[in-house]
C-alpha cells in the first residue's frame, strides 16, 4: 500500500527566506508524484508534478521540487518566499496504473513579514 | 469554462437528516472523485467514478452513497447525517488515469 508523509505540519518562515517542504512516500510500485496547494477556503490546485524525465520539477510561483528515488522523497523548495505564498502545501502519490492518488496530512507554510 | 463547481458551498444538517452534494465538470473528464479534509489528516477518498454510470469504493466510504448517471456529474449521499460527517468535501476530475486532478471549491457540512 502506498503512505505519503510530509514531515512538518507547519512551516514558520520570515518573507524573502528560503523554504523546503519535505515529503517522503512509501510505494512498491512506480508512481507519480504532485505537490498541491491550497489557499484559505478555496479548492486544491496543481503546483508541480513528476511523471518521469527530469528529477528535478519546476512549477508554478517559483516553486521546485526534486524526486529523490533512493530516498523516495519528494521534497518541495522556493529560493524567497513572499507573503502570498502563505498557504497549506500537499503532496500526494499515485500508481502509474492505479485509480487513486494518496494525500499527505498538508504543510502549513506561514510566511511572515 | 467554469472547470468544476460544487453546490452547495455550505450546509449544516441535524443527525438523521439526510443531503446530496452535486458535483459538476465541464472539462470532459472521465474520472471523478470526492473526498473529505478533516484537520491534520490530509484528504481521505470516499468514493470515485471512472466513467459514467460506474463508482467505486475508496479509503472512507462508509455512510456515504453516489451515482454518476451523466458523464459531467458526480453526486455524493448521506442517508443518515451523523456529527462524524462534520466535514469539508471535495469533488474532483481528472482527464487522465493517476495525473492531475483539478478541484471544486468545496462544500462546508455541519452536522449537529
Known amino acids: 500500500a502506498q503512505s505519503v508523509t510530509q514531515l512538518d505540519s507547519q512551516v514558520p518562515v520570515f518573507e524573502e527566506a528560503p523554504v523546503e517542504l519535505r515529503c517522503n512516500y512509501s510505494?512498491?510500485?512506480?508512481?507519480?508524484l504532485f505537490w498541491y496547494v491550497q489557499y484559505p477556503n478555496q479548492g486544491l490546485q496543481l503546483l508541480l508534478k513528476?511523471?518521469?524525465?527530469?528529477?528535478l520539477v519546476k512549477g508554478i510561483n517559483g516553486f521546485e521540487a526534486e524526486f529523490n528515488k533512493s530516498q523516495t522523497s519528494f521534497h518541495l523548495r522556493k529560493p524567497s518566499v513572499h507573503i502570498s505564498d502563505t498557504a497549506e502545501y500537499f503532496c500526494a502519490v499515485s500508481d502509474t496504473g492505479g485509480f487513486k492518488t494518496i494525500f499527505g496530512a498538508g504543510t502549513r507554510l506561514f510566511v511572515k513579514a | 469554462n467554469a472547470g468544476v463547481t460544487q453546490t452547495p458551498k455550505f450546509r449544516v444538517l441535524k443527525t438523521g437528516q439526510s443531503m446530496t452534494l452535486l458535483c459538476a465538470q465541464d472539462?470532459?473528464?472521465?474520472?471523478m472523485y470526492w473526498y473529505r479534509q478533516d484537520p491534520g489528516m490530509g484528504l481521505r477518498l470516499i468514493h470515485y467514478?471512472?466513467?459514467?454510470?460506474?463508482?467505486a469504493k475508496g479509503e472512507v466510504p462508509d455512510g456515504y452513497n453516489v451515482s454518476r448517471l451523466k458523464k459531467q456529474n458526480f453526486l455524493l449521499g448521506l442517508e443518515s447525517a451523523a456529527p462524524s460527517q462534520t466535514s469539508v468535501y471535495f469533488c474532483?476530475?481528472?482527464?487522465?488515469?493517476?495525473?492531475?486532478?483539478?478541484f471544486g471549491p468545496g462544500t462546508r457540512l455541519t452536522v449537529l
Open positions: 510505494s512498491s510500485v512506480s508512481v507519480y
Open positions: 474532483a476530475s481528472s482527464p487522465i488515469l493517476a495525473d492531475t486532478q483539478y
Open positions: 467514478s471512472v466513467g459514467e454510470g460506474t463508482t
Open positions: 472539462m470532459n473528464h472521465e474520472y
Open positions: 513528476y511523471l518521469s524525465g527530469s528529477t
